[in-house]
């Protein structure tokens, strides 16, 4: 088993940054992909980004040049860097860990003001 305990999030203005980051504990496997999900209300949860273990990262299109997603091998941890927030971008923002089977953090509510 694998615990998610994410930390960050709030409340910010349009334009303003804030930082997400999800700490993994457990058993932890070598070969992984981590990353972040979001879910709006009335809205399905989307992909945001996603870290592998060989460092390749992804970008959904309405976040590329905003977000940045990076890790802490040595942690375990990985951060999502949001900057020039949206009002779009508000959420609840969830981590998840894909390795031997699929995990999910407790969801951290960003909310963006206009």
């Known amino acids: 088993q694998v615990q998610l305990v994410q930390s960050g999030g709030g409340l910010v203005q349009a334009g303003g940054s804030l930082r997400l980051s999800c700490a993994a504990s457990g058993n932890i496997f070598a070969i992984y992909v981590m990353g972040w999900y979001r879910q709006a209300p009335g809205k399905e949860r989307e992909v945001v980004a996603r870290i592998w273990n060989t460092g390749r990262t992804y970008y959904t299109d309405s976040v590329k040049g905003r977000f940045t997603i990076s890790r802490d091998n040595a942690e375990n941890t990985v951060y999502l860097q949001m900057n020039s927030l949206k009002p779009e971008d508000t959420a609840v923002y969830y981590c998840?860990?894909?390795?031997?089977?699929?995990?999910w953090g407790q969801g951290t509510q960003v909310t963006v003001s206009s």
């Open positions: 998840n860990r894909v390795q031997d089977k699929e995990y």
